[in-house]
């Protein structure tokens, strides 16, 4: 099968989109497949094709994600496609790009399918002033409807997923497929120990540090200045803790002025952006991974960590129950008092206890893994190219119209 992939996003660029795109990729490519990734790329001066890469001239919008957008149809790119010829076009953001994935669908009569990676109506504060939020999240839901009910088939990684499409009224039915993490690469025991032990240096560790981490994008909607002071409040009973912010963003100057305003310089790391293939090491640095954002789907860095056996703490969020498990792979909290109580809880357990809740962490994710999340794609893919073959024979016996389930 030959597959074309629809991103605005791809690496470089560090984000949970673009990495799960690259584990798919090659997940696809394990089993088998052609995969042609199509992504905007604000470096590329023209469109070429290099490793499988489709890449298309974009403007950077750098104040989100530093995406690209790309005009959303091009002679050039959609020459480029033809050529390769795809069986399936599968979109992954919904501007430029992924209209040109839906248009590609539309002009060779392909199956088109949609994951829908993020809830749109979080990121309002990017394009809006909060006075037009309301009638801005009418029209993300009335584009994000439009947009779902172009799709052959939906995927999602999580509930959370197709309550969003509920609440915005576009009626489909979400295949829920799990995001993957490289399980094998995310381990301990791949973990360098020289790079390690220099990383704790460098962050000004120290044995009985106890140390927690979060990583991602740092923006509004990943809630890390709420994280921030809860762990102030942790600090103040037990100064050898330490909170470890790994990334970059558009919040990195605030979150580092509001550490300072909490006295907190000594004990908060910020280590700025890490690229995804030094990560493993400085997730060995550390202890716990926590998160206070409300606005994740299913993190890949979140699955990441717990690959690495850290567990979760992780801030209750019912759109997403079942991610993490009260002293299965990590701990709920709901407010500063029990995310201390939890980060205590860790603290005062027995070596043996803390290994076996680690042990426990990275098996909870074992199954997560891109060949086991490329099965699954791959059976929706199948499910809908043979839906497709069904429809074109009865329109040549004379029945009804071609359309979308």
């Known amino acids: 099968m030959k597959i074309a992939l629809f991103s605005e996003t791809y690496l470089p660029q560090i984000n949970g989109v673009a990495t799960h795109i690259k584990t798919l990729k090659e997940g696809l490519e394990t089993l088998g497949h052609r995969v042609l990734v ?35 149809y ?21 501007f430029g ?13 392909i199956p088109l399918i949609y994951t829908l990676h993020t809830m749109w109506d979080e990121y309002l504060h990017y394009i809006a002033s909060p006075t037009l939020f309301p009638a801005v999240r009418r029209l993300v839901y009335a584009y994000i409807r439009y947009f779902a009910k172009q799709a052959d ?10 309550k969003f499409l509920d609440t915005c009224g576009a009626g489909r039915k979400v295949n ?14 791949q973990a360098d120990r020289t790079v390690t032990a220099r990383l704790r240096c460098v962050y000004g560790l120290s044995p009985d540090n106890l140390v927690i981490c979060f990583c991602g994008r740092l923006a509004r909607e990943k ?43 000594d004990a908060v790391i910020f280590t700025g952006a890490v690229p995804h293939d030094s990560v493993r090491e400085v997730y060995a640095c550390c202890d716990l991974y926590a998160t206070a954002s409300r606005s994740e789907v299913n993190s890949i860095s979140m699955l990441e960590a717990m690959a690495m056996g850290l567990p979760v703490l992780y801030i209750k969020d019912e759109a997403n129950a079942g991610q993490v498990t009260d002293g299965v792979n990590g701990y709920i909290f709901r407010n500063a008092e029990e995310l ?16 076996q809740l680690r042990s426990s962490t990275r098996l909870s994710v074992c199954c997560a893994n891109q060949i086991n999340m490329a099965g699954h794609v791959e059976a929706v893919y199948i499910s809908q190219i043979k839906r497709k073959a069904a429809i074109r024979k009865e329109i040549g016996k004379g029945g009804g119209p071609d359309g979308n389930a």
């Open 38 to 72: 199509v992504t905007a790329d604000p470096k590329a001066a023209g469109h070429y094709v290099e490793h499988g890469i489709l890449h298309c001239p974009a403007a950077e919008l750098k104040d989100l994600y530093g995406y690209g957008m790309a005009a959303s």
């Open 74 to 94: 091009s002679p050039e790119r959609m020459r480029f496609i033809k050529e390769f010829s795809p069986d399936i076009a599968h979109v992954h953001t919904e």
């Open 97 to 109: 790009i992924g209209s040109t994935g839906l248009e590609t669908a539309r002009e060779l009569r």
């Open 153 to 162: 088939a939906i995927i999602g990684p999580s509930e959370k997923v197709q």
């Open 176 to 189: 829920m497929i799990a995001n993957a993490v490289e399980f094998d690469r995310f381990s301990p025991e």
């Open 223 to 265: 809630s890390v200045d709420v994280l921030i002071d809860y762990f102030a409040v942790c600090q103040r009973a037990d100064e050898r803790i330490r909170l470890m912010i790994i990334g970059d963003g558009p919040e990195l100057a605030e979150l580092k002025s509001r550490v300072r305003l909490l006295g907190l310089t």
């Open 340 to 355: 201390c109580a939890a980060v205590f809880h860790y603290r005062d357990r027995s070596e043996a206890e803390k290994q």
